[in-house]
């Protein structure tokens, strides 16, 4: 076989290459995953729950895109000892929120393991 042969094989590769690279660099992920993250907002702006609530949705709706992608993200909005929520978000849409002025800190959430049956 001629190296003519394999050209359109190799051509593929480096297209698909080149796009990989591409999409890495633009920060565009094929399979985006969402994990939880922590929107601290500071202290409570509200002495109204309801309102408290709201302005969570409201924040978190700006980035989704909409009431329903932001009620289907959220899984607490903490609105006694300070104003935050925790959603379901992936990296870009974290790092979205970060930048909103009412935003103080996104963090994502972690899951600590038991080292020990004694407290």
């Known amino acids: 076989m ?3 042969h394999f050209l359109p094989y190799k051509l593929a590769f480096t297209v ?20 939880v993250h ?16 709201s ?7 700006s980035v989704l895109g909409s009431q329903e992608a932001a009620r289907d993200s959220i899984i607490y909005s ?10 379901r978000l992936t990296k870009s849409q974290a790092k979205k929120i970060a930048e909103l002025p009412d935003v103080v800190h996104v963090i994502p ?3 600590y393991k038991l080292h020990t049956t004694r407290s």
């Open 2 to 4: 001629s190296i003519n």
């Open 16 to 35: 698909l290459l080149l796009f990989l690279n591409l999409s890495d660099f633009l920060g565009i992920q094929a399979n985006a995953k969402s994990k």
């Open 38 to 53: 922590i929107v601290y907002m500071g202290r409570r702006q509200h002495d109204d729950i309801e309102l408290t609530t």
């Open 55 to 61: 302005a969570h949705h409201q924040i978190l709706s």
């Open 78 to 87: 903490y609105k006694h000892g300070f104003s935050g929520f925790a959603a």
């Open 109 to 111: 959430n972690h899951l």
